[in-house]
């Protein structure tokens, strides 16, 4: 087929060849960017991981110094009160 259009074999193998690689490079590359798009995600999800994990740290804090002020409140609110009936 190749002599057919005035090729010799000889160009029209390393013309193949040269395809063959193109194709084994491209699949390849297609190869790499998967495995940085699934890097990206994985690191996404690690950020996202570390992000919700800080936000529930700073709720529990939150929480923990609300409940130490109301515990304050009402401790000094009933010692007010104590003190008030005695004099």
């Known amino acids: 087929r190749a002599k057919e259009y ?3 074999s ?8 040269n ?13 790499v ?3 940085q798009v699934i890097k990206d995600k994985k690191e ?3 950020k996202q ?3 919700k994990a800080e936000s529930e ?6 929480l923990i110094f ?5 515990v304050v409140f009402s401790l000094v609110f009933i010692i007010y009160r104590k003190y008030k009936h005695i004099r």
């Open 49 to 51: 991981k570390i992000y």
């Open 44 to 46: 996404k999800l690690e």
């Open 19 to 31: 395809v063959s690689d193109l194709q084994t490079s491209l699949k390849k590359l297609i190869s």
């Open 6 to 8: 005035g090729y010799s």
């Open 66 to 70: 609300v409940g130490i002020g109301v």
């Open 33 to 35: 960017q998967k495995a």
């Open 10 to 17: 000889k160009i029209f193998e390393e013309r193949f060849k």
């Open 57 to 62: 740290r700073k709720k529990l804090m939150y």
